[in-house]
């Protein structure tokens, strides 16, 4: 089954979405807006789950492990690293299935 992308919501699309359906100036949307993700992203940082009306982001550590450079085919240690995992929890699933 093919995907078609109906609208593409870029980050000034979106506020200016946010202001035209909430009646707020385009300003106080982008203020919203900004104090939205800047909140996301602390909780992040401080290894909290985010979770809003529509989907769950965390944090998990990867481990590290041997590589390969793709160029030389020399091996490599890749570095661990905090990743980020975002899920879809089960109200938006069910709507959309």
Do not use: H
Not at 6 to 19: G, Q
């Amino acid at each position: 089954m093919a995907t078609t992308i109906i609208e593409s919501i870029t980050r000034e699309n979106l506020i200016a979405l946010a202001a035209a359906d909430s009646g707020l100036t385009v300003a106080a949307a982008r203020r919203v807006i900004d104090a939205y993700e800047s909140r996301q992203v602390r909780n992040i940082r401080m290894g909290k789950s985010v979770r809003t009306g529509l989907y769950k982001i965390s944090t998990y550590q990867r481990e590290a492990y041997n590589g390969m450079n793709p160029k030389t085919r020399a091996p490599i240690i890749v570095r661990p690293k905090v990743m980020v995992k975002f899920q879809a929890i089960q109200s938006l699933m069910d709507a959309v299935n």
